[in-house]
């Protein structure tokens, strides 16, 4: 424990060789978290390049022997193919095994994977599960994926009023697609109440965030209420 610390404080000092020698003596030690931390040290590239083979490495040990989040980061790698040759079902047996253990984003990806079809046989209601629990968690991307299947009706009968609740959910938390999802509801639906006013100043929080489509739509709306005014 007491090797775990220092290396925590000579990364937070900045010091990251420092911090990657504790972490590689205590990994030696069969501290499964350092394994985890080296993982983390070389697939963000602090202090170092990134070498996504060497933090494949370091995840495989961690979240072979239990580890979560190395179960999760594990899946990331393996469903973007960095490290390793891409493999979205190797993606979705790791994500699987972190969400079973309650991981959050691990839920949320493996979600995405359910609705597309894609590492897993396609099950709509086990996305809608997913994602369901996961933006009870708080978490804002699976309320936006969640909102995007109501507002289409996948795998949930066509509800766009639900889909606002959890655009606006998102919205709130600053995620710039939910904030022009909710925009063009607000402008366009027949079941949401319209507000041009609101949906502009959502249009402009995802433009400053540079979401190119809600830029464009911001200068039509913006041309047009100038042309109305005139």
Known sequence: MLI???????????????????????????????????????????????????????FLKAANAGHTESEYSLGVLYGVGLGTEEDVPEAAYWYTRAADKGHVPAMCNLAGLYERGTGVTQDFAKAVELYSTAAQAGYVVAAFNLGVMWENGVGLPKDEAKAAELYDLASSAGLAAAQFNLAILLLTSDTVERDVERAMDLMAAAADQGHVPAQTNLAFLQKKSADGSA
């Open 4 to 58: 775990m610390e220092t290396a925590s404080q000579h990364f937070e000092r900045g010091e990251y060789q420092a911090a990657m020698e504790a972490w590689i003596q205590a990994a030696g030690d069969g501290d499964i978290e350092a394994e985890f931390r080296l993982g983390e040290l070389y697939s963000q590239g602090a202090g170092f390049e990134k070498d996504f083979q060497r933090a494949h490495e370091h």
